[in-house]
């Protein structure tokens, strides 16, 4: 399973993703890129940012459910 599939099945299971557990669980260093990918591929993957610790991120989750 590559990563887009990877990381697409672990939205759908657990309901959103981050840069950090992208990283850890799937050694995904451009979370963005393979988010990007799943786009083009018709996903309707949604984004929002978060705040902790002074620090901006990006999550990532499935539109429309």
């Known amino acids: 399973m590559n990563q887009a599939s990877q990381i697409l ?8 993703i981050n840069p950090l557990m992208a990283l850890e669980r ?3 260093m451009r979370l963005a890129a393979r988010v990007s990918d ?11 940012m978060k705040k902790a610790n002074d620090k901006v991120y990006a999550e990532y989750y499935l539109g429309g459910e």
């Open 38 to 48: 799943l786009r083009q591929r018709g996903h309707k993957i949604e984004t929002r």
């Open 9 to 16: 099945n672990h939205i759908k299971t657990h309901g959103a």
């Open 26 to 28: 799937y050694g995904c």
